[in-house]
């Protein structure tokens, strides 16, 4: 059945009303009609089963049938703080990683950046229509929050039960180990780096201010900026969510 974002606490037994582009997705693109039945996500956690039973000029009727749990959500909640990447790059991470099951998207400004952090709230706009397009074509129970930029150095990471950093330098510890030594961790913050990669004294600071916080290899091979955030979110969600 068809998904659908509602920003509403919705539950059983209640009517919603949708209108503007949802409601001409619903019947203009996907020609939906009265009796028809569609999945509401209300970012909650869980899927509502709707049927369609009045549509009007300005709006259509729902009425809630159905509430479960939505399956489709990982058990971790993944942040990705991404150094900005040259142009054009920042929108692709972005869906990948929601499909991917990122919980948040930060991009960060850091010493090696080659744009300047373009603060212009119309791109977090765009940025965050990207994550909601992305969440509801993957099946997402909620669409991932792209935040606001900011510089790296000024990122604190105590919110977060572990830390890792995919460093281009690390050569002893690996992404599988720490992993396997914190499969219990529910909080992450992966943190990479920009197409120049990350000045040492960055990584240091990191790992000082937070005893939870590791420098990892993401292997034999350097990732491009685009790629390593996907990988590492593919191999984390492989090895922690099974
Ligand atoms: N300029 C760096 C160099 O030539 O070594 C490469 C940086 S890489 C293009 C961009 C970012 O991807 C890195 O800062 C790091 O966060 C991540 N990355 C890529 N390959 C990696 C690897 N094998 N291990 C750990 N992190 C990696």
Redesign the pocket.
Known sequence: MRRFFVDKNISMGQRVLLSGDEKRHMLTVLRMGKGDRLILINGMGTELTAEIVSVDEDEVTLEIVDEMPCTSEPERKVTLFQCLPKAGKLETIIQKCVELGVHAVCPVFSKRCVVKPDRNENKLVRYNRVSHEAAKQSGRGMAPDVLPVRDLNECTFSEFDLVLV???D?EEVTLKRILCENREAGHIAII???????ERDEVDRILRSNENAHS????K?????ET?GMAMLAMLMYELEG
Request: hydrophobic share 40%.
């Open positions: 995919a460093y281009e690390e990479i780096g920009p197409e120049g990669g990350f990892v290899s993401l292997g091979r350097i990732l491009r900026t390593a």
